[in-house]
């Protein structure tokens, strides 16, 4: 347990800088103050499950010493973690952090296990249930969330009914369920929860599904502002390889993906636009608009990557058979379009 402190203290640095990066480039007051927020709650939390009395005890032996070395990067801190609650599993917000950590190592099925883990121990928490429905939905190849996940989703809003994360993940699978009318139902009271940019996005998912069973699109706002790219905006030129061009023959109805995403972050883009392939070349305008979720914007990204996907199935999620442009990761916001070339070797 002495060495408790120190590892919550490398993983909650390590995994929120990753998490927390985009506020250094909106709000660099409140990045550091979220950042010293959690590694004072780390250690009032050493405090209530630790042993702080050891620190007068006697020096640890040299082998002790190497054993409780502070972990110099995210992967030791993980395995001194997971060592740590092998010896303690009763600690909750122990299997929180570990959660979090495999899920920013794209470790999803160990996430997911971490996750109920903390849940078995702390079940009324709404955040934790988001958190491991989210976890659940990446172990999926769909990124589909079953039954079991749409009852913690349904707790969460139970227990805090203006959860706006667990509402918009509940639509998600009320959508992928073919409940387009229940999904629209669920998401518009997030449109008085949100500011006006995450609105005018989620008001295009909520009047597609509104469309999609049959119903008219919400009432037009009135005296809305002109809509204008928002920060960050990225003009993408997409194009086929002339070789590659010549040797396929394209089905008329596939459809082009561009897509926006953090660099060696999870598979959830950031922004999406759909094509058609007979608009081929073409160039798109990725912003905030075109974000799928309202809680993840472009204009939050330092950098993203970019690449374009070739779908006969036209599904987003990549297919086998998908054939995809060479990504490029591009600082924002950029100085120019950025050009993707689907087919190239």
């Known amino acids: 347990m ?31 103050a979220l950042l010293t927020t959690m590694g004072i709650g780390t250690a009032l939390l050493y405090q209530w499950v630790g042993t702080p009395a050891a620190i007068n005890v006697a020096p640890p032996s040299r082998e002790a010493a190497a054993a409780n070395a502070m972990p110099a990067n995210l992967d030791e801190a993980v395995g001194q973690l997971e060592t740590e609650l092998k010896q303690h599993p009763d600690q909750p917000e122990g299997w929180r952090l570990l959660g979090r950590s495999y899920m920013s190592m794209g470790r999803y099925l160990d996430a997911r296990r971490a996750f109920e883990t903390a849940l078995n121990l702390q079940a009324d928490d709404p955040d934790l249930l988001v958190e491991t429905v989210q976890a659940r939905m990446y ?20 227990l805090q009914p203006q959860h706006q994360r667990a509402r918009w993940f509940l639509g998600v699978s009320q959508r992928q369920q ?19 940019a995450t609105a005018a996005s989620l008001r295009k998912e909520i009047d597609a ?9 919400l009432p037009a706002v009135a005296d ?7 920060a960050n905006a990225l003009q993408v030129k997409v194009s086929l390889d002339p070789a590659f061009a010549a040797k396929v023959r394209l089905d008329g109805n596939a459809q082009v993906f561009v897509i926006a995403r953090q660099p060696a972050g999870p598979p959830m883009p950031v922004a999406v636009e759909k094509r058609s392939v007979t608009e081929l070349p073409f160039t798109a305008t990725l912003d905030d608009a075109d974000s799928p979720m309202p809680t993840l914007k472009l204009s939050q990204m330092p950098e993203v990557e970019l690449v374009a996907r070739l779908s006969s199935s036209g599904i987003a999620n990549k297919q086998d ?14 100085k120019g379009p950025v050009e993707l070339v689907i087919g190239t070797e």
């Open 209 to 217: 599904a509104r469309i999609e069973a049959g119903m008219p699109a």
């Open 2 to 32: 002495t060495v408790f402190i120190g590892i919550a203290t490398v993983l909650t640095l390590l995994v929120l800088v990753g998490v927390l990066w985009p506020l250094w480039h909106s709000s660099r007051r409140l990045f550091l």
């Open 321 to 334: 058979g998908d054939i995809e442009s060479k990504p490029v990761r591009v600082a924002l916001p950029a």
């Open 139 to 158: 172990t999926d190849p769909q990124r589909r969330m079953d039954a079991d996940a749409v009852k913690l989703l349904q707790r969460a809003l139970q």
């Open 178 to 196: 073919g409940q387009a009318a229940e999904a629209a139902k669920t998401w518009e009271p997030l449109l008085a929860q949100v500011d006006a």
């Open 224 to 230: 809305a502002a002109p809509a204008v790219a928002s």
